[in-house]
């Protein structure tokens, strides 16, 4: 696969001093399996976890100077809608990442059903290598041009209420009881595991939600009791 990384950091706005970086960044474990010779470049999942960190720091930083009156438990949910799975895929979407992600051939096909887990993975990397390179300040630039952009809206929609609290007020409100999720399954390999995972109140089953993290399944579940339950 050849990709022009060059056309890539003027999608970014970007100009990296080291390149391999970048290249590392979008790379995934499996290609390293079929193409031998960019090992010395590897995969991108420290970039990424690394992002994950730097990305919260600046999220959790402008928040917290920006919305003085919002409580701890507001902060937390509005900083979680800015950096979940859903915000970062859209960042993805917006830079077209999906076209320049390496995958192997043998993955390509499991990877599309997961894209927006391992897009959103992308993008904590992409921050991971930004920072690397060029520092906080330009990882800064990056994540408020294209995360905290969407903060307004997010407000405005009141969509960074998480379903999980909402959930858990209702049934605390209606019925006195905290809901306990459980995880009835999971599979797939390390890389793509995918979980089921149950909500309970009490021991009644309300629902069940999937999703390539135990957080991701148990939001899920959580909107479909909130439908089950017409909690809305």
Request: hydrophobic share 40%.
């Amino acid at each position: 696969m050849k990709i022009d990384f060059r056309k890539i950091e003027k999608i970014l706005g970007l100009e990296f001093n080291n390149l391999d970086l970048l290249k590392r960044a979008l790379t995934h474990r499996s290609f390293l399996n079929e193409n031998k010779e960019w090992r010395e470049i590897g995969h991108n999942e420290r970039l990424e976890f690394l992002g994950d960190s730097i990305l919260g720091l600046i999220v959790a930083e402008y928040l917290f100077k920006e919305f003085s009156k919002l409580m701890e438990g507001e902060l937390t949910a509005l900083r979680a809608a800015l950096i979940n799975s859903d915000s970062l895929l859209d960042v993805a979407d917006k830079l077209n990442l999906k076209r320049y992600l390496l995958v192997s051939k043998g993955e390509k096909h499991e990877l599309e059903k997961a894209h927006p887990y391992f897009l959103a993975n992308t993008v904590e990397a992409i921050v991971g290598a930004i920072y690397l390179d060029k520092g906080f300040d330009e990882s800064k630039k990056f994540v408020q041009k294209h995360i905290l952009s969407k903060t307004e809206r997010i407000l405005e929609t009141e969509s960074y209420k998480d379903p999980k609290s909402v959930f858990q007020e209702k049934s605390q409100k209606n019925l006195s009881i905290t809901p306990i999720y459980k995880t009835l399954e999971s599979w797939g390999p390390d890389h793509l595991k995918q979980f089921q995972v149950g909500v309970y109140l009490n021991k009644e089953f309300i629902a069940q939600g999937e999703g390539y993290s135990k957080q991701e399944a148990e939001v899920n579940a959580a909107k479909k009791a909130l439908s089950k339950k017409k909690w809305k």
